[in-house]
């Protein structure tokens, strides 16, 4: 076991750590990319966004729902050759570590298709990426404002949405398995990323 001095929290070097194993789990399967920008390092998860088999009509952004796939793992892969689906553009997900919170934060940008269209609005974005209502009623009935919010990547000092890292700590120490660094990163997405449209199997 990669063990953790203080789970649900981590220092610099254990979130580094836990994403070396994130990567060895999943790079072969969903699109990942390490950044480094200002000595630190962040990860980079793709996943594009479909518009349904047969749209009706030229949709306004505020009608588009994504596509939910029968297979979790499946909707964060690269496009399969032979899919049917239109893609109407990109969401891109960053996981920062956050010194405040001591855990990672998740941070993210819908690109329309011609990739110059960068959605950020709220109730756009949770539209877009939030398929089940009960969840939409969950992000929006957080205080403060509800669990989504725009502020600047920590990183990169761009706007991006972010989900609002107050509950993780909570979240993680619910969950009924042993966590330590190999596991974590996968256990804490599979959390927090399926209320954005980021689905993991465990």
């Given at each position: 076991m990669d063990e953790l001095g203080e789970f649900p929290f981590l220092t610099?070097?254990?979130f580094l750590r836990s994403i070396d194993?994130?990567?060895?789990?999943?790079?072969s399967i969903?699109?990942?990319?390490r950044d480094t920008c200002k000595q630190q390092q962040f990860l980079r998860?793709?996943?594009s966004l479909f518009l349904p088999d047969e749209p009706?009509?030229?949709?306004?952004?505020?009608?588009?729902?994504?596509?939910?796939?029968?297979?979790?793992?499946e909707a964060l892969a690269a496009d399969v050759p032979?899919?049917?689906?239109t893609a109407c553009g990109q969401v891109e997900y960053h996981v920062v570590y956050s010194a405040s919170w001591r855990v990672p934060v998740?941070?993210?940008?819908?690109?329309l298709s011609d990739q110059s269209q960068v959605v950020l609005d709220i109730e756009q974005v949770t539209k877009l990426l939030v398929a089940d209502q009960q969840m939409r009623g969950a992000i929006e009935a957080v205080e403060f404002g509800g669990a989504l919010g725009i502020q600047d990547?920590?990183?990169?000092?761009e706007p991006f949405v972010y989900l609002h890292p107050c509950h993780t700590a909570t979240l993680l120490r619910a969950v009924g398995v042993p966590i330590d660094a190999s596991n974590y990163m996968s256990a804490w997405l599979s959390l927090t990323g399926s209320a954005v449209g980021l689905t993991l199997k465990l």
């Open positions: 610099r070097t254990e194993h994130f990567e060895e789990q999943f790079g969903i699109e990942i990319r998860i793709y996943k009706d009509g030229d949709e306004e952004i505020d009608e588009i729902d994504e596509v939910e796939d029968p297979d979790p793992i032979g899919d049917t689906r998740l941070y993210m940008r819908v690109l990547h920590p990183v990169l000092n």
